[in-house]
């Protein structure tokens, strides 16, 4: 027999159920399961997909329907457990043999014996991500990117020989001797490793072994560049590092903040002026902004996600408010000056305070100073207080009011009277109808309405 049954290390199956007669549970369920980790997915190979698949779903009360007629897989859907039920085509063996690593070539039969005829589960020991071969990762190049996701998911590293298979697919790929695997296969990798607790270090591994600048070439282009005394790394490390920043302080940052973080200065390379003591990057933000949306499109991300991300890279150059002197009435003009900050960017906060923390943190050079660090710190701890204790108002005047009051027809000035009134409330200038009015009035006077 091809592979060695171990009966005195049989797996409790009772976690799998039910389990199909004659079947094999592999794939990722067999590793996160030897790790002792929870997972959500069960992939079968069975003889009749579609007649288990059916008898599973009436048992368990979900639904089964087909995924790819043609290799016949089917897949039942019930609660948070995914299960797919997978046509053995061949035998166990071959099909193991034609997985992409080692780790991920165990099997379970339904008695729980575990066979591991390419002795996974001493890879799983040793924490190695290891080839089946290079073939393997050829026949399908997106396995190099799950490699480096599992490798930041399970805190594993990449053996050597498989980083050299990884790295000769890539020439093969850069050369267009092997095409670039659906952006929306790419995308669900780049995710799950921008999701992790290790984040920065799987976008450096990804830059490591030249796939950083396959699928995220406007990123790769910090390499190299340098920045000015403020900083101790180029624009790239900087940016990974700023990802590290936020996933350190902030772990339940959502993926448009992390992506937000990552991308925040990928409009320096574009917009880098001068040398050494005298470099400068006017208008990175806004550039940057572009750039991340393009890219986050090419990724196939949501309209809403791109927008976020847009924007939050777009004003995360935006000064803080902050106490200039201690002239009288310096208190009352800070105060104006929060809520006025806090107003403008409601809706992107407090992500974008988040990201700004991480982005100074992220910055050691000469003159970083801890000092200053914790004067940044406090700025934003007055901002988050104010956010706080000033939820959006309903607002004194509607639009059919403001018509009423300045005798103008529906348009844009009804718009930008609105907006005024609003800024007006939220920093405490219009705090009455008659306030409100009385500022409108001027304010058209003014702008000759």
């Not at 060695?4 to 199909?20: L, S």
């Not at 690593?101 to 099997?107: D, L, P, S």
């Not at 403001?402 to 907006?419: Q, R």
Request: glycine residues 8%; charged residues 30%; proline residues 4%.
């Amino acid at each position: 027999m091809f592979w060695k049954r171990q009966p005195k290390t049989k797996f409790g199956m009772a976690q799998f159920m039910p389990i199909p007669q004659g079947g094999y549970l592999v794939g990722g369920a067999v590793r996160d399961a030897l790790l002792g980790k929870a997972f959500d997915d069960v992939d079968w190979l069975v003889a009749e997909p579609e007649r288990i698949a059916r008898q599973t779903a009436d048992e368990l009360g979900g639904s089964a329907f087909p995924l790819d007629v043609e290799r016949g897989v089917w897949r039942v859907m019930v609660g948070d457990v995914t299960r797919d039920y997978i046509r053995l085509e061949t035998n166990l063996e071959t099909n193991l043999r034609e997985r992409d690593f080692t780790i991920n070539a165990v099997a379970l039969n339904g008695e729980g014996e575990i066979i591991d005829p390419l002795e996974g589960q001493k890879d799983l020991q040793s924490k190695t991500i290891r080839m089946i071969s290079g073939a393997n990762l050829q026949a399908d190049p997106l396995r190099c990117l799950r490699a480096v996701r599992f490798a930041t998911q399970l805190n594993f590293k990449i053996d050597v020989e498989t980083e050299r298979a990884i790295c000769e697919v890539v020439k093969l790929q850069q050369t267009k001797q092997l095409e670039l695997s659906a952006w929306e296969r790419i995308k669900e990798e780049l995710e799950k490793i921008i999701l992790s607790e290790r984040a920065g270090f799987g976008f450096k591994m990804l830059d490591d072994l030249g796939m950083l600048g396959l699928y995220l070439p406007e990123l790769a282009e910090g390499r190299g560049v340098t920045q000015g005394s403020l900083h101790h790394l180029d624009v790239l490390g900087h940016s990974l590092e700023a990802l590290h920043q936020l996933v350190g302080h902030f772990p339940d940052a959502d993926v448009a903040l992390r992506w937000a973080t990552l991308l925040h200065d990928v409009g320096k390379p574009r917009s880098k002026q001068g040398e050494e003591f005298n470099i400068s990057f006017h208008g990175h933000a806004e550039l940057g902004g572009e750039m991340a949306a393009s890219l986050l499109s090419r990724l196939r991300y949501s309209t809403e996600i791109t927008e976020r991300v847009k924007n939050l890279v777009h004003y995360h150059m935006l000064p803080l408010p902050h106490k200039r002197s201690q002239a009288k009435g310096e208190d009352e003009r800070l105060g104006k000056e929060i809520r006025r900050f806090v107003h403008r960017r409601r809706e992107l906060l407090p992500d974008l305070l988040k990201l700004m923390l991480a982005d100074r943190e992220a910055a050691r050079g000469k003159h970083a100073s801890e000092a200053s660090r914790q004067n940044y710190r406090l700025a934003m701890g007055r901002i988050l207080k104010v956010l706080e204790e000033t939820p959006p108002k309903p607002p004194l005047l509607t639009g059919n009011d403001v018509m009423k009051l300045l005798n103008v027809s529906p348009g844009p000035k009804v718009g930008e009277a609105l907006e005024v009134l609003r800024e007006a409330e939220a920093v405490g200038d219009a705090a009455s109808r008659e306030e409100a009015e009385a500022l409108l009035k001027n304010y058209a006077r003014a702008q000759g309405w």
